[in-house]
């Protein structure tokens, strides 16, 4: 069974970084593109950060600049380093991921959240 699961929320004063990290487990035979989304209190899950599995990057135009994604593919894991912060970074991070298994069909997974606070 496929599963990807983020780790690295934590509560931080604005300024401060954080690193997250998104691991896919299980019978992958391929990951494609990787991103990070995140969901304030209030409001709609945005696209934070995408990047393909050549390593190009999108980003979204409040994150430029501030937070870099990356990946490692031989570990099937993402990362967002998050420099700068800022209080209306906080919210909850999820890792999403196009992942087709050994045996099985593509399909877009989804982490379990993690949360990031930023005080100001």
């Known amino acids: 069974q496929v599963q990807l699961v983020e780790f690295g929320g934590d509560l931080v004063q604005a300024g401060g970084s954080l690193r997250l990290s998104c691991a896919a487990s299980?019978?992958?035979?391929?990951?494609?593109?990787m991103g990070w989304y995140r969901q304030a209190p209030g409001k709609q899950r945005e696209l934070v950060a995408l990047?393909?599995?050549?390593?190009?990057?999108n980003y979204a135009d409040s994150v430029k600049g501030r937070f870099t994604i990356s990946r490692d593919n031989a570990k099937n894991t993402a990362y967002l380093q998050m420099n700068s912060l800022k209080p209306e970074d906080t919210a909850v991070y999820y890792c999403?991921?196009?992942?087709?298994?050994?045996?099985?069909?593509?399909?877009?997974?989804w982490g379990q959240g993690t949360q990031v606070t930023v005080s100001s």
């Open positions: 299980g019978r992958i035979l391929s990951i494609n593109n």
């Open positions: 999403n991921a196009g992942i087709t298994p050994i045996s099985g069909v593509s399909n877009v997974y």
């Open positions: 990047i393909t599995r050549g390593g190009s990057t």
